[in-house]
């Protein structure tokens, strides 16, 4: 069976997409590019499936059944992905409610990270105390 170009041609602009967004700072787009992955994901599923009729014994003849093992690991995904959403989307509300907005805000190791890296120095070389770090925030 060869793959339809315009599912693998989806599967790669979901993909795409979807890590584009879940990299971003804002939780409401990661939360689109979990979302977005895990469409992308239950499509490329769908590819690996034998086209045919129902897997019915009786009603079907074996050799014109469908494989039924992708559509049930694609209704896990789809779990799997309703429960991600609905986590992120309970981060995000929460994340709005108390600070008023979704951004994930630097910690100060990784405010610590980028003086170094800004200044081209190894980690063993840095001053360890938070002062100079504090003072750019």
Do not use: K, W
């Amino acid at each position: 069976m060869t793959p339809n170009l315009v599912y693998v041609l989806l599967v790669g602009v979901l993909f795409a997409t979807g890590v584009t967004l879940l990299l971003e700072r804002s939780l409401t787009r990661v939360l689109i590019g979990v979302i977005l992955l895990g469409h992308g994901a239950n499509v490329l599923i769908l590819l690996g499936g034998r086209a045919g009729d129902a897997p019915i014994v009786g009603a079907t003849p074996e050799e014109g059944m469908s494989d039924p093992l992708p559509q049930a690991m694609i209704l896990t995904a789809i779990v799997i992905t309703l429960g991600m959403t609905a986590f992120l989307l309970a981060l995000a509300y929460r994340s709005r409610h108390l600070v008023g907005h979704d951004e994930v805000q630097d910690d100060v190791e990784d405010r610590r990270i980028m003086v170094l890296a800004e200044r081209d120095e190894g980690p063993g070389t840095a001053d360890t105390s938070d002062e100079h770090v504090r003072g750019s925030a």
